[in-house]
């Protein structure tokens, strides 16, 4: 079975970034593997949905608040660097603010963003953490849970897979 196996402090260090880029909106990021199976890297990524959404509404009609998005250039850097080093893409992770973590429709169409129905990166693993925090009645923003989405070529869709934490 796929799960995503993740050193607690980059887990740790995701849900840091999550609660710190709250009040702006969705933090981002990546995650690649290196030549043997192991954990993944975590890469901290800029959200520019709000930039993008400055320059094009109507293209981008979503802010940072409700939706993330990576510079293609440096995902290509990120992605180049993995691959360089006889490793590649595991995947990605974003926070949901003041709602739960699950794999939306725009989650699922940002995933499948050139093929349409079928995900640009197959074997790619995508890590959602919900923070909940003073907009949804919270004193200060905490995590709420997490979880893990893998595409199924069985099911033609993500399903949930396991996160396993390692020291």
Not at 103 to 108: G, V
Not at 124 to 134: D, E, K
């Amino acid at each position: 079975m796929i799960q995503l196996a993740m050193k607690q402090a980059d887990y740790n260090r995701i849900c840091a970034q999550a609660l710190e880029e709250y009040v702006e909106g969705e933090c981002c990021g990546m995650m690649t593997h290196g030549r043997e199976d192991g954990p993944v890297s975590v890469h901290v990524c800029e959200n520019i949905q709000d930039k993008m959404h400055k320059q094009d509404p109507e293209r981008f009609p979503r802010t940072n608040r409700n939706a993330y998005l990576i510079d293609p250039g440096e995902q290509h850097q990120i992605i180049s660097q993995a691959e360089g080093q006889g490793g590649g893409i595991a995947g990605f992770y974003h926070s949901h603010v003041d709602c739960d973590a699950y794999f939306s429709e725009e989650d699922k169409a940002q995933a499948c963003a050139f093929f349409g129905d079928e995900p640009t990166y197959p074997d790619a693993l995508y890590l959602v953490v919900s923070v909940y925090g003073p907009r949804s009645d919270r004193p200060v923003p905490e995590i709420k849970e997490s979880k893990c989405f893998g595409w199924s070529e069985a099911q033609r869709d993500f399903v949930e897979v396991p996160l396993s934490l390692t020291d």
